[in-house]
């Protein structure tokens, strides 16, 4: 009889483990409306970093450069008389503590999206770009150099496509660990060269996000009590 019993509870017991195991690795998606919260990655920053910060990051950079007097460019808006910016964007560095992965395409494309929506911009295309980057062999860091910036600006201009200013943007995170949780604070920060002058105009935008481990399934708070 003890024995019978020992077998039922292993049974039971055995099924139990199956039956959660199984419900843990079913796994679901839905497609978010356009009033649905960006989801929060539980690990490293996602949607809900990177939006807010493009969005900060290049709206301050806007409202700088519509004060800025000084214009490189001799080219204006037809009828408007506004100088317009023609701006080669060379990419998105990394110096975070993250792997950003795919999300570093999408960061490059919205800030450039954003920017040239703005009339007193113009951004050389990334294919452009990109492919006189290749021929020149040079990287974002060394166009700090004027050797190399006007390396990268007559690979350009033979197809018609120069500029004025070169725009750089970078990640960096700081992190804080608390008895297992941690706060890493995010800053995303865009540099506006002028090649001309050497001039340059910086902004940036912080985000800190909180990451805490939970206990069998449920999210410990943070200043929740073990």
């Known amino acids: ?133 290749g021929e020149c062999r040079c990287r974002p860091e060394s166009l700090l150099l004027p050797a190399r910036q006007r390396e990268l600006q007559m690979a350009l201009e033979r197809v018609d496509q120069p500029f004025d200013y070169l725009l750089f943007a970078s990640i960096t995170s700081g992190t804080t660990n608390s008895n297992g949780d941690y706060q890493r604070d995010y800053l995303l920060t865009l540099e506006l060269l002028d090649i001309h002058t050497g001039e340059s105009q910086k902004d940036s935008a912080m985000l800190r996000k909180g990451y805490h481990k939970g206990f069998f399934g449920k999210r410990k708070h943070y200043g929740e009590d073990d």
Request: glycine letters at 8%; proline letters at 2%; a neutral charge.
């Open 1 to 133: 009889m003890q024995r019978r019993r020992m077998f039922l509870a292993a049974l039971l017991n055995g099924s139990a483990v199956g039956f959660i195991s199984g419900c843990r690795n079913k796994q679901y998606a839905h497609v978010l409306k356009k009033n649905d919260k960006d989801m929060v990655g539980s690990h490293v920053a996602g949607a809900e970093t990177w939006k807010p910060l493009i969005d900060e990051s290049v709206g301050r950079l806007l409202a700088k450069s519509c004060s800025t007097v000084h214009q490189a460019s001799h080219s204006t808006v037809e009828g408007e008389g506004i100088p317009i910016r023609t701006v080669c964007f060379v990419g998105v560095e990394n110096r975070s503590a993250e792997e950003i992965g795919d999300f570093k395409e999408q960061i490059y494309e919205h800030i450039d999206s954003l920017i040239s929506q703005d009339p007193q911009f113009k951004m050389i295309s990334r294919r452009y770009v990109e492919a006189a980057m």
